[in-house]
């Protein structure tokens, strides 16, 4: 009689009853040994099913089978299917959230144990390091092989998690260690067996390959070159960095990694035809593979289709689908690695690696202008649309596949914004039928497949990157209605047949779970109240992870772009209204009579409102150089503004006659003129347009709150200037310029160029401060600009040039000349009558000093009003 173990017995417990009565007597790899095969068990329904109308199963592994545990995940789990209204919705995030931390964490060692002495000269001296750290080995699923590409993927939703949870932050480090050993060891492959310290047997895959370069079987699953491999490796240490700020990752090994992988970028930047002599260039990478599937190796002797040379483009033998390219250069490809490239460099640079940086930053230069030039196509009905491949000869596949990256995942990969023109374009030519051939639909389901399973089978995670890339509500309920009904398991298939959705493949593909965790992730922080109901807001533990959108705008508003220009203006407002605070004190004093008042009387002369109006002939002349805000970098721009006009306002002070009071003032105008009136154009590259009144209207009262206190303030100065060697309204300059001259070091160092370019934001935050602005962005981007704009405007913080055609509409639009009038009525409130009031009170019959202080109520009363008025401008969108 079969007597069944005490593992067995234990786990029979756990499951039936929830609890383990052996727990402390039991081992738990031996408990695990007696766990089920995944792949069989979510086959399979489980209890308890979902309350709702779908009553999915239950499908996560009792908790002494899962591979790995996260107090944090469960936290993130129960916070949010709580509060989710779809309750079967809610099971599959319940099973799909932490699915390949249940069950495809194979190998994982923290890094805290010590080596061994006789493994100490187990490695030649070029392997130090070799296996050394934290060490995590994951699968993709059903198949015991680590996928570059999957493994990412699968852990990008607990990246978020790593700076709370130190278990995950090790488990991700692992994972990048183990990548880069694997990059080391063979660059061109995309799967790889457990590492041999894993003690973890070797899989074959059972084909027939010939590869070169040679790989070791037990090393390797799979040696298909495909670039996005590579490109994973760099986004899985990117996007640790940029949620935890740690280093722990440059170790030699990681660095020779990336050495490695820049090698390989040479090696496929290389033509198949000499430039020069024409000659035919055998490529490094070759593969073959017996088979009757064309899509499962290269033609020409495993070399694939030529391509031309000068394009700055990569080539890819295959795609993420595991298919064969047909043009090598692949775009969707191309772009995710121009994107690391850049990210690690901006990382490496922080790090003190600035030669390397350099290197990187140079590569992804060429590759973004590879894409733009080579990578986008006139389809003459869809227009200007990004190409799924080419050559550089002019041929394009015009299509997409469900596998990321993919022409629908670009503004995911950080390529381009959701509302850029071309990428628009792209988007509505790959979800129809009409315009790409693996867009797949059928009586019961719908999506982009790919020629890996076949002409059928369309793939969910295509319709949850359709979701994660949409700003329409009806679109994204859609799209998750489709995938839950073809989710009957409880789990997200890798594919669906179209006619039949309970005809799929994979029972257990934790890539796809994963996205569509992600996807979730995501509206519960974009649109909670399709998750959660109207009026929802996040979820608390996702509000925590993520950045949240008020409080970047707050701390823009405050920290960076508000600080400065109401500093300057301030101080603007307040040099004008002190000089008729300074002139009404200067007369009254000049009446008691006296030398000293005489000459205090002629230099009051010098600042008495004649100047100013030669300032007021520059400012209106210069305003025209509002435009530069387009051609010079904001920080830069902005910081030679705020300095040259404290420079000059200070300057006043040392003026000796009024002719070069004149030529200081007139100077002056043009350092007010090029910074205050392009402000607000300014303001709008970080907020929409329903929440720039209440930004501007902080911005414009400046100007009666600097009038409210200026009087009360040139009191104060003459007072100090009766026992100064200055002359009081000579100190009046210098107390009000200098500042300036601070703020402007400040500027150049904390003022953004735009929201991709702040410096005290996470990415994630740049990322949801960018996507703010996609709907203010569509349509204002002109087809000759929009690639220059996305990839090189509001996230990456450089300037866009002059547009004349916008030059010129803007001078035929009446409206901004209505809007110049009300600007030229706010500067005769706020900016000429202050000069004027104390003196008008003073001839009233009032004394100096009570003239002064009625010089201020009105406009601390104008301040209120401003800004109330911005603030329900903004409110009611008025």
Not at 398 to 416: E, H, Q, R, T, Y
Request: include cysteine; hydrophobic fraction near 40%.
């Amino acid at each position: 009689m079969f007597v069944p173990s005490l593992s067995a017995l234990a786990l029979l417990w756990s499951l039936c009853y929830g609890d383990d009565p052996l727990k402390a007597a039991i081992n738990k790899a031996k408990y695990q040994a007696a766990c089920p095969a995944y792949e069989h068990y979510s086959r399979f329904t489980h209890f308890p099913l979902s309350a709702g109308r779908m009553a999915l199963p239950f499908q996560r592994p009792s908790p002494h089978c899962r591979t790995f545990d996260s107090p944090l995940v469960e936290q993130i789990i129960d916070e949010l299917t709580e509060k989710m209204v779809d309750k079967d919705l809610a099971r599959l995030f319940e099973n799909a959230f932490p699915n390949t931390l249940d069950t495809t964490v194979r190998w994982h060692v923290d890094g805290t144990a010590k080596k061994e002495k006789k493994q100490q000269f187990k490695y030649h001296l070029k392997d130090e390091g070799k296996w050394e750290g934290a060490q995590s080995f994951i699968v993709t699923g059903d198949i015991n092989a680590e996928w570059l590409r999957d493994s990412t993927n699968q852990l990008a939703q607990y990246q978020k998690l790593a700076k709370k949870d130190k278990a995950v932050e090790n488990l991700i480090l692992g994972a990048i260690n183990t990548q880069a050993e694997f990059v080391i060891e063979s660059p061109y492959c995309n799967a790889f067996q457990p590492p041999l310290l894993s003690h973890l047997p070797p899989t074959e895959n059972g084909q027939d390959d010939y590869v070169h370069p040679a790989y070791e079987p037990t090393s390797v699953f799979e040696c298909k070159y495909e670039l996005d491999s590579l490109a994973h490796f760099l986004s899985l240490t990117n996007q640790f960095y940029e949620h935890t700020g740690s280093t722990a990752f440059l170790t030699p090994r990681w660095y020779l990694a990336l050495d490695t992988l820049l090698r390989v970028l040479d090696e496929q930047s290389k033509s198949t035809f000499d430039g020069e002599t024409g000659n035919y260039m055998k490529n490094q990478y070759t593969f073959q593979r017996r088979t009757n599937t064309g899509t499962e190796t290269l033609n020409l002797a495993g070399v694939g289709n030529p391509l031309n040379s000068g394009t700055g483009l990569i080539r890819s033998a295959f795609r993420p689908s595991d298919d064969a390219t047909i043009l090598g250069f692949y775009i969707p490809a191309n772009a995710m690695m121009a994107v690391e490239l850049k990210r690690t460099a901006a990382m490496l640079r922080k790090a003190g690696e600035a030669t390397v940086a350099d290197r990187l930053k140079t590569r992804s230069d060429s590759i973004f202008r590879g894409i733009w030039d080579h990578g986008v196509v006139n389809h003459k009905k869809y227009g200007p649309v990004f190409a799924y491949e080419v050559d550089g000869y002019g041929s394009a596949i015009i299509m997409d596949d469900a596998n990321l990256p993919s022409l629908l995942s670009l503004p995911l990969l950080g390529f381009v914004e959701v509302s850029e023109k071309t990428y628009q374009n792209t988007r509505k030519m790959i979800l129809e039928k009409a315009g790409n051939p693996y867009f797949l639909t059928g009586k019961s389901f719908h999506g982009i497949g790919g020629p890996h399973i076949g002409l059928q089978n369309a793939w969910p995670m295509s319709l949850l990157v359709q979701a994660m890339t949409s700003d329409d509500d009806e679109e994204i309920s859609k799209v998750l209605e489709l995938v839950k009904s073809a989710s009957p398991l409880g789990l997200v298939h890798e594919s669906i047949n179209v006619n039949l959705v309970r005809d799929f493949t994979r029972s257990w593909f934790a890539w796809a779970n994963s996205v569509f965790a992600q996807t979730i992730l995501d509206l519960a922080e974009r649109k909670p109240h399709l998750l959660f109901g109207k009026d929802a807001k996040p979820s608390p533990s996702v509000a925590r992870l993520t950045p949240d959108s008020d409080s970047e705008e707050e701390d823009l508003d405050v920290y960076e772009i508000g600080y400065t220009g109401r500093s300057i203006k301030l101080e603007d407002i307040a040099v004008d209204a002190e000089e008729g605070s300074v002139q009404q004190y200067e007369q009254e004093e000049d009446a008691r009579g006296g030398a000293e008042e005489k000459e205090h009387r002629t230099e009051a002369i010098l600042a008495t409102p004649k100047s100013p109006g030669y300032r007021y002939i520059t400012y209106i002349l210069f305003e025209w150089m509002t435009l530069m805000y387009r051609v010079v970098p904001p920080h830069i721009y902005i910081s030679l503004c705020v300095l040259s006009w404290g420079l000059l306002a200070s300057l006043q002070s040392a003026t000796s006659s009024f002719s070069s009071l004149l030529i200081i003032r007139a100077l002056l105008g043009i350092s007010e003129a090029a910074f205050g009136p392009g402000l607000p154009f300014y303001l709008s590259f970080f907020y929409r347009r329903e929440e720039l009144a209440l930004r501007t209207g902080l911005f414009i009262s400046a100007a009666p709150l600097a009038t409210s206190f200026a009087s009360s303030l040139a009191w104060v100065i003459t007072e100090l200037g009766q026992h100064s060697p200055i002359a009081p309204w000579r100190l009046l300059f210098p107390v009000e310029g200098f500042p300036s001259v601070l703020v402007a070091v400040a500027a150049w160092y904390h003022v953004p160029d735009s929201p991709g370019t702040v410096r005290y934001l996470t990415a994630r935050q740049k990322r949801v401060a960018v996507l703010r602005l996609r709907n203010e962005r569509a349509g204002l981007e002109n087809e000759k600009t929009a690639p220059r704009s996305t990839v090189q405007g509001y996230s990456s913080g450089q300037t866009k040039g002059l547009e004349w055609q916008n030059i010129v509409q803007a001078l035929l639009d009446p409206k901004c000349y209505l809007t110049a009038f009300m600007f030229f009525s706010c500067n005769v409130a706020f900016s000429s009558m202050p000069v004027f009031l104390p003196t008008i009170i003073h001839e009233m019959g009032y004394s100096s000093i009570s003239s002064q202080a009625l010089s201020a109520p009105p406009y601390l009363f104008s301040f209120i009003i401003v800004l109330l008025t911005a603030y329900f401008s903004d409110r009611l969108r008025t």
